[in-house]
């Protein structure tokens, strides 16, 4: 499974540990999104196909390791309206121009409201 991350779990972020021991970074990479500094630690995209480009990594990780991620992200499959981020597959393009399918743990567009957020600028959490 192909999972982009680009915020804590990202190789310089403060929890990059969680998948650092299974993980195979692929490549770096952009996503269409709106990044958001949530003011709590780590950030939040929200999925917009006209929007900038948000940078990431792209990291392949054992299927098995599916349902610890969503934990860790507050993704619940069996209760959205209740999940804090919303995981779904996403065109990423990496910076080799290639075209990859992956992954992306989006913040859920309701929780926005809840954070003292605001948008940052260029793209990139780190």
Same mark, same amino acid.
């Given at each position: ?36 500094? #949530? ?6 995209? +929200? ?10 990594? !792209? &990291?392949? =990780? ?21 999940? #804090? ?6 065109? +990423? ?10 992954? !992306? &743990?989006? =913040? ?19």
């Amino acid at each position: 499974m192909l999972l982009f991350v680009y915020g804590s779990l990202m190789k310089h972020g403060p929890n990059h540990f969680i998948i650092q021991s299974t993980a195979k970074f692929i490549a770096q990479g952009t996503i269409k999104a709106v990044l958001y500094d #949530l003011g709590v630690g780590f950030p939040g995209v +929200v999925e917009d196909k006209n929007a900038d480009e948000v940078y990431g990594e !792209v &990291y392949e =990780l054992p299927d098995d390791e599916m349902d610890d991620l969503d934990q860790f992200e507050g993704y619940n499959p069996a209760d959205l309206g209740e999940s #804090l981020y919303i995981r779904k597959l996403a065109e +990423v393009r990496t910076l080799k121009k290639e075209t990859l399918k992956a992954w !992306v &743990y989006f =913040l859920a567009p309701k929780r926005l409201k809840t954070f003292s957020h605001s948008v940052i600028p260029g793209g990139r959490w780190i």
